[in-house]
């Protein structure tokens, strides 16, 4: 117990109790145990889980979550390596690589739906290190995702025309300890662009929108999104549909992001500089994502370099064509381009750099197609957990329709 921190005693003491009654001591009454009433048991603990978690919030400094993290500090028999010195373009020297000296006891914890954590590291080149400490999801696809895209890189470099373009994406380290553990390097100076375009005109407009689609339930039955969506289609036209999104849609000042990037830049020509490589990145980075089949692209899971401009994806956990097919609305939209973006690159809107510089990417991509099926061909030898689980999925829903 030396190596956990308080927050891991205490949910330690909490559940052994509870698996102890359910199961018995040392799982005893297992072998007695129906599927039907194992699974029964186990939905009861999680309810009490999540019950408990609600009452007692995982947060804290490094300490609660483990003392032997906090007081960690470098000697001969704790010698680590920073994580994400391999990079695969060269011999590894692990004599020149970074060591940890110890841990920042300060820890930010994210809002989204799997509460990561951010932690720093100290380097023994007196340079702190931070990484987001995720957990629940299989991080092997995002890392497979990320050596595909940093390899996408060097054959946009090796393509003269893209070369003289400087187009690029930006890619970080993905870490997987296990395969629901994953470090991932944190990218500073960045702003999610959810965070860029949120104001009280913006929040009014969400409000409106779903209380258009979600107004259709009138007998306030309890209904799934995809249930909605499927009486929204159902019942409105095309022109109503349109009607109404440009009615909200108009509702929202349509330069925030524009007027974000001014506020970056100290003079005209610093916008347009930012504005270019925002157009370029983004371009290069949408080209990529639609070839790979990459899903989920809501406003948090793009950041904006507060540097140089240049967008940024994150969060590959949805790609190769699943949200397009199996989740309970598709996405059949292939990349984001709405009027925020549309409005900053006006006046030639998607024409213009936008689509030379996706025209050069993909006649980039397309001259090495075979580099790329070669390595895409890892995804299919040796999926990942999240594959195989909706795989399952699939395979149950299609037995189900056949025995129907």
């Known amino acids: 117990m030396d190596f956990c921190g308080r927050l891991w005693i205490e949910f330690s003491n909490f559940i052994k109790p509870l698996f102890s009654k359910q199961f018995g001591e040392h799982f005893k009454l297992l072998p007695q145990l129906s599927e039907l009433e194992i699974k029964n048991k186990l939905q009861n603990i999680s309810i009490q889980v999540i019950e408990f978690c609600q009452r007692n919030p995982m947060n804290g400094n490094l300490g609660d979550f483990s003392m032997w993290l906090k007081s ?10 920073i994580p994400g010195q391999y990079n695969g373009h060269e011999k590894p020297l692990p004599e020149y690589h970074i060591k940890i000296e110890s841990f920042d006891e300060r820890i930010l914890e994210m809002s989204s739906l799997r509460r990561p954590k951010c932690i720093t590291i100290r380097g023994d080149d007196q340079r702190e290190y931070k990484f987001l400490v995720k957990c629940g999801e299989d991080q092997r696809q995002d890392q497979r995702v990320e050596i595909l895209l940093d390899i996408i890189n060097n054959l946009l470099k090796s393509d003269s025309k893209c070369y003289k373009r400087n187009l690029s994406i930006k890619t970080y380290q993905v870490i997987p300890m296990t395969s629901k553990l994953a470090l991932i390097e944190w990218i500073p100076e960045t702003k999610p662009l959810k965070m860029i375009l949120e104001n009280d005109a913006v929040k009014d407009a969400q409000n409106k929108y779903a209380d258009f689609i979600y107004g259709i339930n009138h007998d306030g039955s309890k209904k799934t999104h995809g249930e909605i969506y499927g009486m929204v289609f159902a019942k409105y036209n095309r022109d109503i549909i349109c009607h109404e999104f440009n009615k909200i849609q108009n509702s929202i000042p349509w330069d ?117 099926l070669c390595i895409l061909d890892v995804f299919i030898k040796e999926p990942s957990i999240d594959w195989i689980g909706n795989a399952v999925k699939i395979a149950k829903k299609i037995l189900t329709k056949t025995w129907k």
């Not at 960690?72 to 390596?81: P, S, V, W």
Request: aromatic share 10%; net charge positive; glycine share 6%.
């Open 72 to 81: 960690f500090k470098r000697n001969i028999t704790k010698d680590i390596e």
């Open 256 to 372: 925030l992001f524009r007027q974000f990037l001014r506020s970056l830049s100290s003079d005209s020509e610093a916008y347009f500089v930012l504005r270019n490589e925002f157009i370029k990145s983004y371009a290069v980075a949408s080209t990529c994502h639609y070839i790979l089949g990459i899903g989920d692209r809501h406003l948090s899971n793009w950041m904006i370099d507060l540097k140089n401009g240049r967008a940024i994806g994150i969060d590959f956990g949805i790609a190769f064509g699943h949200a397009s097919m199996n989740i309970p609305v598709p996405e059949l939209v292939p990349i984001r381009l709405t009027r925020q973006i549309l409005k900053l690159i006006a006046p030639l809107e998607q024409r213009g750099l936008f689509q030379s510089s996706m025209v050069h990417c993909l006649e980039a991509l397309r001259e090495n197609n075979d580099l790329l």
